[in-house]
T-cell receptor, first 114, second 115 residues
């Protein structure tokens, strides 16, 4: 099954700057990768999906890249705002088969300082 | 429309007690997932239903854990003879289709504390 690594240290960033988070994975190459946001006491909320044949995906101030050679995805929040403060989780198919079951990273906390 | 709801939101159980956690998925969603989330960790897959069929229960940590979705909508996760290590947030998620890559809609979770 997949092993997923996200930076365990919180990312403190000044409002207006770009936050960049990293998700590294091992084992097989997934067909897609998803990013979720989780606020304290709430369930994760889907943000973006990127497929293996896509290098980059954007949604408003969010940008995700997917490098299948490096086995890495980068998640960017541009022009960050205090409301972006949350934990961001990357998720991949748990196994090569049954590919709608997800394996999640531990998450990376982002704190946007006004 | 209504999202995924879970009840209770909080449950305190004494060690050895049985608990039942309920999930109401989004109406019409074919797929339903249960995850366990320990403090400071990401969600970990427990089990998966496609309609009423439990297609994958490989993530259930022991035979004390049991899940059902008898009519293909509401699901219940039951934990028998709870242990302290069962303390976690239990998340339910649903998605519209059975195919991969569909976004999953999560409920708020049930925080279980076993004393």
């Amino acid at each position: 099954s997949q092993k997923i690594e996200q930076n365990s240290e919180a990312l403190n960033i000044q409002e207006g700057k770009t936050a960049t988070l990293t998700c590294n994975y091992t084992n097989y190459s997934p067909a897609y990768l998803q990013w979720y946001r989780q606020d304290p006491g709430r369930g994760p909320v889907f943000l973006l999906l990127i497929r293996e044949n896509e290098k980059e995906k954007r949604k408003e101030r969010l940008k995700v890249t997917f490098d299948t050679t490096l086995k890495q995805s980068l998640f960017h929040i541009t022009a960050s705002q205090p409301a972006d403060s949350a934990t961001y989780l990357c998720a991949l198919p748990l196994r090569f088969y049954g590919n709608n079951r997800l394996a999640f990273g531990k998450g990376n906390q982002v704190v946007v300082i006004p | 429309g209504a999202g995924v709801s879970q009840s209770p939101r909080y449950k305190v159980a004494k060690r050895g007690q049985d608990v039942a956690l309920r999930c109401d998925p989004i109406s019409g969603h074919v797929s339903l997932f249960w995850y366990q989330q320990a403090l400071g960790q990401g969600p970990e897959f427990l089990t998966y239903f496609q309609n009423e069929a439990q297609l994958d229960k490989s993530g259930l940590p022991s035979d004390r854990f049991f899940a059902e979705r008898p009519e293909g909508s509401v699901s219940t996760l039951k934990i028998q003879r709870t242990q302290q290590e069962d303390s976690a947030v239990y998340l339910c998620a649903s998605s519209l289709m059975a195919t991969g890559s569909n976004e999953q809609f999560f409920g708020p979770g049930t925080r279980l504390t076993v004393l």
